[in-house]
């Protein structure tokens, strides 16, 4: 069984991807283990400061190359808003603090629906990039998932701005979906069903 290192402290984000790779079949599941920076012994706040999606996934898998010089990926993700300049983007996870350095999801989601509060146009997409270091050589996936910022928080399920994004042609929120639902439209299923396509690739050459 080939180990991948998951270079993520989001445990939703790891959920995500092993019921994606899980749900690839058992060609796929039997042969990778997707480690965690936990499963590993890292404990680090991985830096990551780049200008772009993929700038930071780059940062964040290298970090474990470099450092543990296991083959991994990462994710880097965040919400895009179009009445807002694209923004948060990159800035996501920590657009409440000014500094950017806590990452809280609550406050997150009580500054968007305020800088929201009085804007018509709702259209908004969630981006994710996904970056795999493998056998020396990178490779990278991406995936765009349109919808809507609600007025409100509706749901209980998955993190971040799940509560208040509304998926294009549906009227529940992420947080509202299974996970399994989620990843059948998402941003990150789109981008790690790519990955899981290039895994199955491999394999296809070696066996
Ligand atoms: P790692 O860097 O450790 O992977 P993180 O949560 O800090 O975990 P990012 O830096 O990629 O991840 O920031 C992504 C943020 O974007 C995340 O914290 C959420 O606020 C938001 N986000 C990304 N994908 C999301 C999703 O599927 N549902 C809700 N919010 C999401």
């Keep these: 069984m080939k180990k991948l290192v998951f270079a993520t402290n989001n445990q939703h984000k790891l959920d995500e991807v092993r019921a994606l ?7 796929i599941a039997e042969r990778y283990e997707i480690l965690s920076l936990d499963d590993i012994g890292c404990h680090a706040d991985i830096p990551e400061n780049g200008m772009t999606f993929a700038d930071n996934a780059l940062q964040k898998a290298e970090y474990v190359k470099v450092h543990y010089n296991l083959d991994c990926f990462a994710d880097d ?8 300049g694209m923004e948060p983007g990159v800035r996501s996870a920590r657009y409440a603090d000014d500094c950017g350095y806590s990452h809280d999801d609550t406050a997150n989601v009580d500054k968007l629906l305020h800088n929201m509060a009085n ?20 490779y ?16 209980s399920k998955g993190f971040g701005y799940d509560p208040i994004f509304y998926p294009e042609g549906h009227s529940v929120t992420f947080a509202e979906m299974s996970m399994q639902d989620k990843n059948l439209i998402s941003h990150r299923g789109k981008a790690v069903r790519q990955l899981v396509k290039y895994l199955a690739s491999i394999e296809e050459k070696i066996v």
């Design 21 to 27: 790779l899980k749900e690839a079949g058992p060609e």
């Design 77 to 84: 993700s965040g919400l895009e808003v179009r009445a807002l």
């Design 119 to 138: 804007v018509k146009e709702r259209q908004a997409q969630f981006r994710a990039v996904v970056v795999l270091l493998m056998d020396g050589d990178r």
């Design 140 to 155: 990278e996936f991406e995936g765009v998932c349109r919808g809507e910022i609600g007025r409100q928080r509706e749901g």
